[in-house]
């Protein structure tokens, strides 16, 4: 069964950062990462797919980072670098995975578990 796993979430000031991880047991398209804050619906943060191509939502354009690690044939390394965190940045942050690139969490069908992202001012 494939799985992601995400991990490095965290509580931080405003203005700090974090990296975010994923470990998927699989390659994939498109992955990507997305978040929900208590309240809100699910929406995308940035993509990448298999060419390096990248999505960002506008808000995060210019302090978020998305990239790979080693891709080998049992697993794909994803990353999020957040800098420059600011309150409203606070939520559940999911990878995913899915065969088509974009910020739309409808076309990916593949979720992890999610990491907390919390960040005061």
């Known amino acids: 069964r494939v799985q992601l796993v995400e991990s490095g979430g965290g509580s931080v000031q405003a203005g700090g950062s974090l990296r975010l991880s994923c470990v998927a047991s699989?390659?994939?398209?498109?992955m990507g990462w997305f978040r929900q804050a208590p309240g809100q619906e699910r929406e995308g943060v940035a993509i990448?797919?298999?060419?390096?191509?990248?999505?960002?939502?506008d808000f995060v354009k210019g302090r978020f980072t998305i990239s790979k690690g080693d891709v080998t044939r049992e697993n794909t390394l994803l990353y999020l670098q957040m800098n420059n965190l600011k309150p409203e940045d606070t939520g559940m942050y999911y990878c995913a995975a899915g065969p088509k690139a974009s910020l739309t969490p409808g076309l990916f069908g593949t979720w992890g578990q999610g990491t907390q992202v919390t960040v005061s001012s």
């Open positions: 990448i797919d298999d060419f390096g191509r990248t999505i960002y939502a």
């Open positions: 699989a390659n994939f398209y498109a």
